[in-house]
């Protein structure tokens, strides 16, 4: 029996969350980066012109930024590209008195090779923080302990050549595996976590969630079958091993039980969204914890490996509502820092049909800055890439999605000030696509999104209510129902190339993707325009 404490108040169930790339929001000191300053000089638009409840950001931690800031040399710093803790303190308490909530980014896995735990560990093999790593000896053949592979592809050990021992690296050499396994690094751990709730900070995004305990035996993965179809997109190398034995050994969910007690321990109701990039529906939700006692959510990347048509996206909402254990709660995104942006990913306008998904499935949404404004995957040349991934794998880079965020038709597109260079290149459509074209803009995707945004505030149903998906006699249709207490709505969406006739029941047109004005009322059914979706109010 559940002897979890009620949680159907936890204020982030209803939230909306922005997530901000902070290298990419807002330069405030010209140097080409966005800072922390650059943020706080933005939470006007999030708190106004969105509206949105909660931000998060990725690591502004120090970090030699060899993976842009997932490598931290200390935890309880601000690199100094982005600012200093006060101007991180004062992101925070500006937020809040705006009514937003932040939560940080918090690396388990890893660390950087320059954080001096990590020094330490590799200065001799009797260092007292020699274990908080994972040191080996070579194998019989004086080659690396296993075959495992690094996600960023290449070999997951490096040999110390001063210790001679190899140490782990689920991603760059220089991002060493913390041993979870070693009590000293837990509570070391754990006292990172402590510094930024005591700073204010409303939760976390647990970085690689599922990849930080391995197997204890340490066995060869092994090779793929040949039929392999990867469950989410091609990762090179790293997809021709079955991952069973470097990631997700049942002592993970040890570990996150440990950080949630501590989590729940504040009375700010910390949230914790862990990132974990598995396809297998129960596996997955094993990550609420049999209790509800690991994450707050695992996210839900499933609408992203869902092939994009109506019968797979009402195949996958059912599934993952299914899944999600009772008395939990689950949350949806299309884009984040690591993938493909959604409105070059979809089929031409259906980045509308993707933002009105989001925010009126049942779920916390999670958006990703720019994707209010339509802003594209942007082609970065070799002479400016910027991601190790792509180094590696070309096609995986993610530089193209991490572009500066476009705020007016202006020089650096009001990125950073007139003369600087962005650290990634602006792409050309600034020109047009931007928040202060758009806001003066009726029908821009960026007033759509306010528009979404309203009603998802003004709407019980919208935030909380029950869902109910439709099947339809129509493979291109997803017809849905929202529903609490006082409010019945239908949200129905067109994914085909061809006007279509939906059945509803009689209500007015509240939204639609196509025509900021269109209010129809509706008796029996709704005629959709190609690649429209609308959200019909039926009380
Ligand atoms: C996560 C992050 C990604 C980072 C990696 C290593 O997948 O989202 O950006 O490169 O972990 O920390």
């Known amino acids: 029996m559940s002897n979890h404490p009620d949680r159907t108040s936890e204020w982030w169930r209803e939230a909306v969350f922005y997530h901000i790339y902070p290298l990419s929001f807002a330069d405030s000191d010209g140097d080409g980066y966005g800072d922390l300053d650059g943020i706080i000089s933005k939470l006007d638009y999030l708190s106004d012109t969105l509206g949105i409840n909660a931000v998060w950001l990725s690591p502004f931690y120090r970090s030699p930024m060899k993976d842009w800031g997932y490598d931290i040399s200390d935890h309880t710093d601000v690199d100094p590209i982005f600012g200093d803790l006060s101007t991180a303190r004062q992101l925070i308490a500006e937020a809040h008195s705006r009514g ?6 918090y690396v388990m896995n890893h660390s950087s090779d320059h954080h001096p735990w990590f020094i330490e560990s590799r200065s001799s093999r009797e260092n007292a923080k020699r274990d908080w790593y994972v040191w080996r000896d070579s194998d019989q053949d004086g080659g690396p302990p296993t075959n495992w ?8 050990w490096t040999l110390d050549e001063m210790t001679g021992q190899w140490y782990r690296h689920t991603y760059l050499p220089e991002q060493p595996d913390l041993n979870w396994r070693n009590p000293e690094l837990v509570e070391a ?53 079955v991952h069973l034995y470097d990631l997700g050994h049942p002592d993970v969910h040890d570990a996150h039980r440990g950080f949630r007690t501590l989590l729940d321990s504040y009375p700010q109701q910390p949230i914790s969204v862990g990132e974990i990039h598995i396809f297998d529906l129960s596996e997955w939700a094993s990550y609420y914890g049999d209790d509800l006692d690991e994450f707050s959510m695992p996210f839900n990347f499933h609408l992203m490996a869902a ?8 195949a996958t909402i059912e599934a993952v509502h299914r899944t999600v254990p009772a008395g939990a709660w689950t949350n949806w995104t299309l884009g984040n820092h690591d993938e493909i942006r959604i409105a070059s990913r979809l089929p031409e306008g259906h980045d509308r049909l993707a933002a009105l998904l989001l925010l009126t499935l049942r779920g916390t949404p999670f958006l990703y800055y720019g994707d209010e404004l339509g802003m ?42 007139d003369g600087a260079s962005p650290w990634l290149p602006i792409p050309d459509d600034y020109k047009s696509v ?21 009603i998802r505030r003004e709407s019980e149903a919208l ?72 959200v019909v109010c039926h009380s």
């Open 100 to 105: 937003i909530r932040v939560i940080v980014d």
């Open 149 to 156: 592979v690094s996600v960023f592809n290449g070999p997951a």
């Open 189 to 241: 751990m754990m006292d990172v976590v402590r510094f930024w709730l005591d700073a204010g900070a409303d939760g976390f995004r647990i970085d690689a969630a599922h990849q930080m305990m391995k197997d204890p035996e340490e066995k060869n993965n092994p090779p793929v079958p040949h039929d392999f179809q990867p469950a989410y997109k091609d990762m090179g190398e790293y997809d021709t091993f």
């Open 307 to 314: 092939d994009w048509n109506a019968s797979s996206i009402r």
């Open 376 to 417: 594209k995957q942007t082609p970065v040349s070799a002479q400016d890439a910027k991601d190790p991934w792509g180094e590696n794998v070309e096609y995986l880079s993610r530089d193209g999605a991490r572009t500066p965020m476009q705020w007016n038709p202006g020089p650096n597109a009001g990125f950073a000030p």
């Open 434 to 454: 931007n928040v202060d074209t758009e806001l003066a803009e009726s029908g821009s995707m960026l007033n759509m999104y306010r528009q979404l945004l309203d």
């Open 463 to 534: 935030r909380l209510g029950s869902i109910i998906v439709h099947s339809s006699s129509s493979d291109d249709a997803l017809v849905y129902g929202r529903e609490s207490d006082d409010q019945m709505l239908t949200v129905a969406l067109n994914f085909s190339d061809e006007r279509m006739i939906v059945p509803t029941r009689p209500g007015r047109i509240i939204f639609s993707t196509s025509d900021p004005k269109r209010a129809d009322v509706v008796l029996d059914e709704v005629s959709l325009d190609r690649g429209e979706g609308v």
